[in-house]
């Protein structure tokens, strides 16, 4: 029986997961019917519902395996972790990563440090690694084949969901309302664009034909009852709400699928977003795109600094206004076209 292909994080929200889903693609589809393990030294968002719509490709997943450090410690838990074919280590702590490879039974050992240092191979061509987190993590299946790689897809709801999100944005994808996704909010708040810089495009959105929905997670349930004061016209959506039989996370991908173009901050639903399939505005300001864009069909970021400075309030919802115009005008590929 051929040992299992181990995949390494280190700490995952549900955007870090997200960006490593190419990755995951890329090594299902090489290695056909080979188990993946994707072990966590903490938490990780692959270890809850978002399994559930990766069923062929994770076989098992573990978490707060602890082998981050003290060092000591460190190598002892991946000494005792079973023998792997395979080991593609995502994390870019120099010390992490060594003990991995000091430590862990393989077969062959895939890491992004610079220069592809430890490394079993190199991706073909390539002599450093990509600053982009999700593109550094696809360049191991790439160092893996010793060849381009397929981490091409997009997460699918299940009809029921589907059901849920056509009654909370009736209409046909064409030619019925073209809905506009507004993302406020993020986990952290530097990161968020002002909430009245959103109303204002909800507003320039309107008047150009198009149809806003703000899209409200768990934590900003306190927030949908000042939009609503603040924009009587608004269309509010609870995007994680989920209907008798249906989880969270599916009823989100639901309602994502209904929207042409996702404004978003710098966030986890930005990620899912792009995952599902949509094309994506990226507003950016303290954090930096060329690191953690997320991965979509197609992509437009939108950054303080080209108004000045970090501070998300500098975003012009013209600017923002524009890139949604953009995206809107460029057919669909086939990933993002309608379902």
Same mark, same amino acid.
């Given at each position: 029986m051929?040992?299992?292909?181990?995949v390494?994080?280190?700490?995952?929200?549900?955007g870090?997961?997200?960006?490593?889903l190419p990755l995951?693609?890329?090594?299902?589809?090489?290695?056909?019917?080979r188990?993946?393990?994707?072990?966590?030294?903490y938490?990780?968002?692959?270890?809850?519902?978002?399994?559930?719509?990766?069923?062929?490709?994770?076989?098992?997943?573990?978490?707060?395996?602890?082998f981050d450090?003290?060092?000591?410690?460190a190598?002892?838990?991946?000494?005792?972790?079973?023998?792997?074919?395979?080991?593609?280590?995502?994390?870019?702590?120099?010390?992490?990563v060594?003990?991995?490879?000091?430590?862990?039974?393989?077969?062959?050992?895939y890491?992004?440090?610079?220069?592809?240092?430890?490394?079993?191979?190199?991706?073909?061509?390539?002599?450093?690694?990509?600053?982009?987190?999700g593109e550094?993590?696809?360049s191991?299946?790439?160092?893996?084949?010793g060849?381009?790689?397929?981490?091409?897809g997009?997460?699918?709801?299940?009809?029921e969901a589907?059901?849920?999100? *056509? $009654?909370?944005?009736?209409?046909?994808?064409?030619? !019925? /309302?073209?809905?506009?996704?507004? &993302?406020?909010?993020? +986990? @952290?708040?530097?990161k968020n664009w002002p909430?009245e810089?959103?109303?204002?495009?909800?507003?320039?959105l309107? *008047? $150009?034909?198009l149809m806003?929905v703000?899209?409200? !997670? /768990?934590?900003?349930?306190?927030? &949908?009852?000042?939009? +609503? @004061?603040?924009?009587?016209?608004?269309?509010?959506?609870?995007?994680?709400?989920?209907?008798?039989?249906?989880a969270?996370?599916?009823?989100?991908?639901?309602?994502?699928?209904?929207?042409?173009?996702?404004?978003?901050?710098?966030?986890?639903?930005?990620?899912?977003?792009?995952?599902?399939g949509?094309?994506?505005?990226?507003?950016?300001?303290?954090?930096?795109?060329r690191?953690?864009?997320?991965?979509?069909?197609?992509?437009?970021?939108v950054?303080?600094?080209q108004?000045?400075?970090?501070?998300m309030?500098?975003?012009?919802?013209?600017?923002?206004?524009a890139?949604?115009?953009?995206?809107?005008?460029e057919p669909?590929?086939?990933l993002d076209?309608?379902r």
């Open positions: 051929e040992h299992p292909i181990a390494l994080v280190s700490r995952e929200g549900l870090d997961a997200l960006l490593k995951l693609r890329a090594i299902a589809r090489g290695f056909p019917g188990p993946i393990w994707w072990l966590a030294a938490q990780t968002a692959m270890a809850g519902v978002l399994r559930e719509f990766l069923p062929a490709e994770v076989e098992e997943v573990r978490e707060y395996l602890g450090k003290p060092r000591s410690q190598a002892r838990r991946l000494g005792e972790l079973r023998p792997f074919s395979l080991v593609f280590d995502t994390r870019s702590g120099v010390a992490g060594w003990s991995a490879w000091r430590h862990l039974s393989y077969d062959a050992f890491c992004s440090l610079p220069g592809y240092l430890l490394s079993s191979r190199r991706p073909r061509g390539r002599l450093l690694r990509p600053r982009h987190i550094r993590a696809f191991l299946a790439e160092a893996a084949f060849a381009a790689a397929d981490g091409g997009r997460l699918e709801c299940s009809s589907a059901a849920l999100a *056509l $009654a909370l944005l009736p209409g046909e994808p064409a030619p !019925g /309302p073209i809905y506009i996704g507004l &993302a406020p909010g993020s +986990r @952290q708040t530097h909430a810089r959103f109303l204002e495009l909800a507003s320039s309107r *008047l $150009a034909g806003p703000f899209l409200i !997670g /768990p934590k900003e349930r306190q927030r &949908a009852a000042e939009l +609503r @004061q603040a924009d009587s016209e608004a269309i509010l959506v609870e995007f994680m709400r989920a209907g008798e039989g249906i969270g996370l599916d009823a989100a991908i639901a309602v994502l699928a209904r929207l042409s173009v996702v404004v978003a901050n710098d966030s986890g639903l930005g990620h899912l977003a792009g995952a599902a949509r094309p994506v505005v990226s507003l950016f300001g303290p954090t930096d795109p690191r953690w864009a997320p991965i979509a069909p197609r992509h437009r970021w950054r303080a600094q108004f000045g400075g970090e501070s309030a500098l975003i012009e919802p013209a600017a923002v206004l890139a949604v115009r953009e995206l809107l005008a669909p590929t086939g076209a309608p």
